[in-house]
C-alpha cells in the first residue's frame, strides 16, 4: 500500500515536478502545427477521393445513375 503523502508535501512534489518541464519554443510550436494541419488536410483528401471512388464503383457495380 502507498504511502501516504501530506498536501504540502504533494505540492512541493508537484512544483519540484513542473520546474522540470520544458516548453516547445514558438518556432517548434509553429513547425509542429503546421505540420499537423498539413496532414490534416492531406487525410481529408485521400478519404473523400477514396469515398467518392467507392460510391462510384458501387454504383457501376449496382448500375445506379443511369
Do not use: H
Not at 33 to 51: R, S
Amino acid at each position: 500500500m502507498a504511502s501516504k503523502t501530506n498536501p504540502v508535501q504533494f505540492l512541493q512534489q508537484v512544483r519540484s515536478e513542473a520546474s522540470k518541464i520544458t516548453w516547445p519554443s514558438r518556432r517548434e510550436t509553429m513547425i509542429s502545427t503546421a505540420m499537423v494541419l498539413l496532414m490534416v488536410i492531406f487525410a481529408a483528401l485521400f478519404f473523400f477521393a477514396a469515398d467518392q471512388l467507392i460510391g462510384w464503383l458501387i454504383g457501376l457495380v449496382l448500375n445506379i445513375g443511369n
